[in-house]
């Protein structure tokens, strides 16, 4: 199984920022000793799973949406196609006022994709709204690699957040005041942009100019789209993104870093958790996450799981589907899987607990 390490530090260079990092470790060591009893509390307080569907419009699209919650029902399991899900469907929402949790998964992935990490959140008492972005998912891909799915993403999840408070099941077990997302890869991005990191699509082309050859998998992504547009004579537009001051809390994993210059984050004020592999061949080291770990400049979680790949953070995929999602289904050798999510999922409802406490 893979180990976890946990720095929390704030950004900084050279020998500044190692004496920097050596403070913050000494302080690391008691707050990871909090936040381990904090996920363990949560864990054994747990609830059983509920699971419904939603959908929204946004910008002209339909969004479909998974939602997990608390229940006292029964979790009877549910079949989606090839999928077996330890929840029971359309049952009861908990008494109760909850977290609101969106979760936002990878370029060409689904709102099933991290449904173990759904149903973890919802059983320690988080009401979760996983999207299905509209024109970037393994449906449709008509977006994938455009200006426009880095500028229609995080607004995506305002109108999940948006719809959830409306909704007359949801609304009255959330808490507004405690709202955070998590998002992987390319959701890695959707979530610090919808946070306020303010994203470009010239720092993109620029890394891509640059890093190519250091980044090959990444700067390739898109690249079709990119040559039709220049083909056609169409300018690029610029990326527009609306931030949601809703947000308190973010989770990156493995996420896209290469839009943010160095002073992106500048105005961002929720609490954030990054997430790298240390085995990131699609995303590769330091062009992401480790890249957004340095231009944070707040203090901020940063766990490194060093036996991950890329792919590591989605659930596992069942028999039949192995083949059919090829370097999706794949580990690095000897990394477990399903150990390695069930250990982070662990850490990321303390940090939740923690961030989205109910006086902050």
């Known amino acids: 199984m893979a180990r976890v390490g946990e720095i929390i530090a704030p950004a900084d260079s050279g020998a500044g920022r190692q004496r920097s990092v050596m403070r913050w470790l000494a302080r690391a060591f008691f707050a990871g000793l909090m936040v381990t009893s904090i996920a363990l509390g949560a864990w054994a307080q747990s609830q059983n799973a509920g699971l419904r569907f939603m ?13 997990w919650h608390p229940t006292h029902a029964k979790e009877q399991g549910v079949v989606l196609g090839p999928f077996r899900l330890k929840v029971s469907q359309d049952v009861p929402v908990a008494p109760g006022r909850f977290g609101l949790i969106v979760l936002s998964h990878g370029a060409g992935g689904g709102m099933l994709n991290h449904r173990g990490t759904a149903r973890a959140l919802a059983r320690a008492g988080y009401i979760v709204i996983a999207v299905h972005h509209p024109g ?7 977006r994938l690699g455009t200006s ?13 957040i948006d719809a959830a408070l409306n909704d007359k099941i949801l609304a009255a077990g ?9 998002g992987y890869s390319a959701g890695g991005y959707t979530v610090l942009a919808a946070a306020g ?16 050859a250091a980044d090959p998998v990444f700067c390739r992504y898109g690249r079709a789209q990119r040559e039709a547009d220049r083909q056609a004579g169409r300018k690029v537009p610029p990326l527009k993104v609306i931030p949601d001051p809703r947000l308190g809390a973010v989770v990156a994993i493995a996420p896209v870093g290469a839009l943010f210059a160095p002073t992106a984050f500048a105005g961002v004020s929720a609490r954030i958790m990054l997430v790298r592999a240390g085995k990131d061949r699609v995303l590769r080291y330091p062009h992401h996450a480790e890249r ?10 940063y766990v490194v799981l060093p036996a991950a790949g890329h792919f590591t953070f989605i659930e596992p995929f069942p028999e039949s589907l192995r083949d059919v999602a090829g370097p999706a289904a794949q580990d690095p050798p000897g990394t477990d899987r399903a150990a ?21």
């Open 340 to 360: 390695v999510l069930q250990r982070l999922n662990r850490r990321i409802v303390g940090f939740l607990d923690k961030a989205l406490a109910p006086d902050k």
């Open 292 to 301: 957004v770990h340095r231009q944070v400049g707040q203090p901020h979680s």
């Open 197 to 212: 990191a303010r994203p470009g699509l010239s720092v993109l082309v620029q890394h891509c100019r640059e890093k190519k």
């Open 174 to 182: 959330i808490d507004p005041r405690r709202i955070g997302a998590i």
């Open 55 to 67: 959908s929204t419009q946004v910008a002209g699209d339909a969004m479909r949406m998974a939602v």
């Open 148 to 160: 426009a799915n880095w500028s229609r993403r995080p607004n995506h999840l305002r109108a999940a």
């Open 136 to 142: 970037d998912n393994w449906q449709d891909q008509s």
